[in-house]
Nanobody, 120 residues
């Protein structure tokens, strides 16, 4: 079955950096676009970054452009989110996501999430 396992979260001071990782299994990773979402307390889950299956198409939320970088390693079946110049408003649980078709029906899959806290 599809599994997504995030790691790399933690507590960091404003201006610091973290690198999140998501290890994927149970589907054809090299053919799947991947996304990072985040959800802060009391707020809706929001899309942070997207990378296409080949890595040739990448998109970011306006709030993280120029600070975050999404990448992937198809050989390692992993997607990454490098987060620089972190701000307190980046505090959230970060989730890895993909959409996989099952019997022709697309379905969202999520990891368990990793907590990122930006605070002095």
């Amino acid at each position: 079955q599809v599994q997504l396992v995030e790691s790399g979260g933690g507590l960091v001071q404003p201006g610091g950096s973290l690198r999140l990782s998501c290890a994927a299994s149970g589907f054809i990773f090299r053919m799947s676009g991947m996304r990072w979402y985040r959800q802060a307390p009391g707020k809706e889950r929001e899309l942070v970054a997207y990378i296409s299956s080949s890595g040739g198409s990448i998109n970011y939320a306006d709030s993280v452009k120029g600070r975050f970088t999404i990448s992937r390693d198809n050989a390692k079946r992993s997607v990454y989110l490098q987060m620089n110049s972190l701000k307190p408003e980046d505090t959230a649980v970060y989730y890895c996501n993909t959409i996989v078709a099952s019997s022709g029906v697309p379905r969202n899959y999520w990891g368990q999430g990793t907590q990122v806290t930006v605070s002095s």
